[in-house]
Nanobody, 127 residues
Framework: QVQLAESGGGLVQAGGSLRLSCAASGRTFGNYAMGWFRQAPGKEREFVAAIGRSVLSTSYADSVKGRFTISRDNAKNTMYLQMNNLKPEDTAVYYC????????????????????WGQGTQVTVSS
């Protein structure tokens, strides 16, 4: 079992940066593959980035590639999403998600693959 809590959202101007954090409870954080998703008003939840048990295994949605960086610190039970060059279309509630994973490099981009979710943090980018 793992509980997740996001932080770091806020209001930023276009071109600015934010770093989201996802703190996880439990002693087996390193056994979970993790992901970031976002949901804008009136839209479905969409994949942003994923990281495997191995910090070297990552993937990104095309819309954020080159601007966002996902990372994790297993010693701190925390995952991060560094967001640079933010655009108004990045405005959404951002959620972190976790699922147990047997393989270090496995990545999951489908929200249905995740069983644990945080409550979300609002990111608003003004133009």
């Amino acid at each position: 079992q793992v509980q997740l809590a996001e932080s770091g959202g806020g209001l930023v101007q276009a071109g600015g940066s934010l770093r989201l954090s996802c703190a996880a409870s439990g002693r087996t954080f390193g056994n979970y593959a993790m992901g970031w998703f976002r949901q804008a008003p009136g839209k479905e939840r969409e994949f942003v980035a994923a990281i495997g048990r191995s910090v070297l295994s990552t993937s990104y949605a095309d819309s954020v590639k080159g601007r966002f960086t996902i990372s994790r610190d297993n010693a701190k039970n925390t995952m991060y999403l560094q967001m640079n060059n933010l655009k108004p279309e990045d405005t959404a509630v951002y959620y972190c998600a976790a699922r147990p994973s047997s393989w270090s490099n496995d990545l999951y981009a489908n929200p249905n693959d995740y069983g644990y979710w945080g409550q979300g943090t609002q990111v608003t980018v003004s133009s």
